[in-house]
């Protein structure tokens, strides 16, 4: 945590109702934050209230974020009416993590990128009210360079929402180095945490203890994030005690000092770890905590499906079939609603970068048209005016069909590679299932294979035991070759019927019949295709799949094709879920 600066108000600024609470603390008491708020009504001077209202920022992003916003957002607007460039860049960064914790990713980036811009710029180094407010830091300098580092670290969370490790890693190796240059203790404790989220567990439980000592050498001890991290690596380690003892310092450090937006991740790992114990009552009660937690806190979170999903469980094991299929639909609705935010936000991020590219682009060419026409004025000074403008406007009438053109073919690419990803999409489904087809028939294929080599190995013997005139070994051979013979028509049959079966799955529908058929088999079938397809995309993929089948079911009569289809559509929705839950969590910014 920010060390609580107590001192006397500047003499050149009035004493005023704020005398009393120091403005520029950042994270601040509840009283504190109540005494700011009332302070703010009647406060003359801007710049107390800009101060003010960061602080009131700082209160209020981890635990009500809507009203985080709006006081980072004030602090905004007066450090721009004051002039304060890294005020400005400090508010932007703020604001950003806010925004991205609310799910607006693209304005997330657009802030960051504003106070990279002005954090980035030496000549504001000259901004030096109050430079200490910036992470303690001695002097102008230092505050633009943490402001920069802090500004990196909670950059990576937009990395994150946009799937983007590789910039998020570097994201954070950044700031971690400009938190060293200055030897910022805040800085480097974030940024050292940040790393921690991409590390193999060993390693990842290092460096988040000493990342801890130190922050808390540099008076920062808001590290619930950080115990919730190695509560993570040690669950992954299969070290379920400290895991759960993690679990309960990271909650009960959260509480003390309001960060709230950590709690979700940890009553979630609570409730998931619980349930893994089939310790029903405590799953359930945790599981409703983070859904109090995430309400509470107003913002759209992927931890809620996870809870949704622990509640339909539980109420599952307990028979309580309403409560499941109501909070398995929640589930499905808001990991619906939180897919189609993702595809928004990488579709805006990637306009964003589109139009940016385009900006620079035109930058450059107004740059060299500009260049081009002194050139131009240059050499042909004694022509007479009206040349000169005529040769302006007839190149720059060129220069807009140039640019017209240039529109157009990228327009065309554009709706060229939609195209492709869409049928790239259409193809990776088919692959999945055929590549479960091709597992499915090897096997019966494997063992054809092996049992005529071993009876040509067999009949070889059998004629040498001839010659020798040794009958009763003939005929054993003979046993063993019709042995083999029978069991190689068994497997050939095998691979028949799975041929058939998905020559039925492709057959189109519209005057498919229904006809007795084996549910267990049909579900056990699919079940194999569906594990095998996302095995033969993702070799990082596993799964460990029980079935528990009612033999006493027999045969019912239905459509085998399109029963197996939507068979197969649950199962990979549910592998899909299972893959989910082993990725590790979205960092946190400071």
């Excluded at 994270?27 to 504190?32: I, R």
């Excluded at 004051?82 to 932007?92: H, R, T, V």
């Excluded at 022509?383 to 220069?399: D, E, S």
């Excluded at 197996?564 to 400071?590: C, D, H, M, Q």
Aim: hydrophobic share 40%; net charge positive; proline share 2%.
């Amino acid at each position: 945590m920010k060390t609580v600066l107590k001192i006397f108000l500047l003499c050149l600024l009035p004493a005023v109702s704020m005398a009393q609470i120091d403005p520029t603390w950042g994270y601040v008491t509840v009283q504190q934050a109540d005494s700011l708020k009332r302070s703010v009504q009647t406060e003359k001077n801007d710049t107390l209230k800009m101060a003010a209202y960061r602080s009131l920022g700082f209160y209020y992003q981890d635990i009500k974020r809507d009203s985080g916003l709006y006081f980072h957002e004030q602090q905004l607007m007066l450090s721009k009416k004051l002039g304060m460039k890294l005020w400005q860049a400090d508010a932007y960064s703020q604001a950003g993590y806010v925004l991205n914790g609310l799910g607006n990713v693209m304005k997330s980036y657009e802030y960051f990128s504003e106070a990279m811009k002005l954090a980035g710029d030496k000549k504001n180094e000259s901004d030096n009210w109050r430079p200490w407010t910036f992470s303690n830091s001695k002097n102008s300098y230092e505050a633009r360079i943490s402001i920069l580092g802090m500004n990196y670290q909670m950059m990576g969370n937009v990395w994150v929402s946009l799937r983007e490790l590789e910039k998020y890693k570097a994201s954070l190796q950044e700031a971690l180095k400009l938190g060293q240059s200055i030897n910022n203790g805040k800085v480097i404790y974030l940024a050292s945490t940040g790393l921690a989220f991409v590390m193999p567990p060993d390693s990842a439980l290092l460096s988040l203890k000493e990342s801890i000592e130190i922050g808390a050498k540099a008076g920062y001890n808001r590290n619930g994030f950080s115990y919730l991290f190695i509560a993570r690596n040690y669950g992954l380690k299969g070290m379920l005690d400290s895991s759960l003892i993690y679990l309960h310092k990271s909650i009960a450090r959260c509480w003390e000092n309001k960060e709230l937006i950590v709690l979700p991740l940890a009553y979630n790992g609570l409730s998931d770890l619980f349930l893994g114990q089939n310790n029903k009552d405590s799953s359930l009660f945790y599981a409703k905590k983070t859904i109090e937690i995430v309400q509470r806190i107003g913002t759209p979170d992927a931890e809620l499906v996870g809870a949704y999903k622990r509640l339909s469980d539980v109420y599952n094991l307990n028979n309580d079939k309403d409560n499941a299929y109501k909070y398995e639909s929640l589930a499905y609705k808001l990991n619906d609603s939180l897919k189609n935010a993702r595809v928004t936000n990488l579709t805006e991020y990637q306009k964003f970068a589109f139009n940016e590219q385009l900006r620079l682009k035109k930058l450059d060419e107004e740059k060299t048209a500009y260049a081009n026409k002194m050139n131009m004025l240059g050499l042909f000074a004694l022509l007479t005016g009206i040349l000169v403008v005529a040769l302006i406007l007839f190149r720059n009438n060129r220069q807009k069909q140039k640019a017209n053109k240039v529109l157009e073919t990228t327009l065309t690419n554009l709706k060229s590679t939609q195209s492709q990803l869409i049928q790239s999409e259409k193809m990776a489904s088919l692959g999945e299932l055929t590549a479960g087809i091709a597992h499915e028939i090897q096997n019966p294929l494997n063992f054809v294979n092996n049992f005529s080599e071993v009876n040509k190995e067999l009949i070889a013997e059998m004629r040498v035991e001839i010659a020798k005139g040794n009958y009763d070994e003939v005929n054993a051979l003979a046993k063993d070759v019709e042995d083999n013979e029978e069991k190689i028509n068994h497997h050939g049959k095998r691979a028949d019927a799975i041929v058939k079966g998905m020559l039925q799955h492709s057959r189109s529908t519209n005057n498919a019949t229904k006809e007795p058929t084996d549910i267990n088999a049909l579900a056990d079938e699919y079940l194999r295709l569906a594990y095998h397809g996302l095995r033969a995309k993702d070799k990082s993929f596993n799964a460990t799949m029980k079935t528990d089948y009612d033999e006493s079911i027999g045969n019912i009569s239905i459509v085998p094709q399109d029963i197996g289809r939507v068979i197969l559509n649950l199962i990979t929705n549910a592998f899909y879920v299972v893959n989910e839950k082993k990725k590790p969590p979205s960092p946190k910014g400071g």
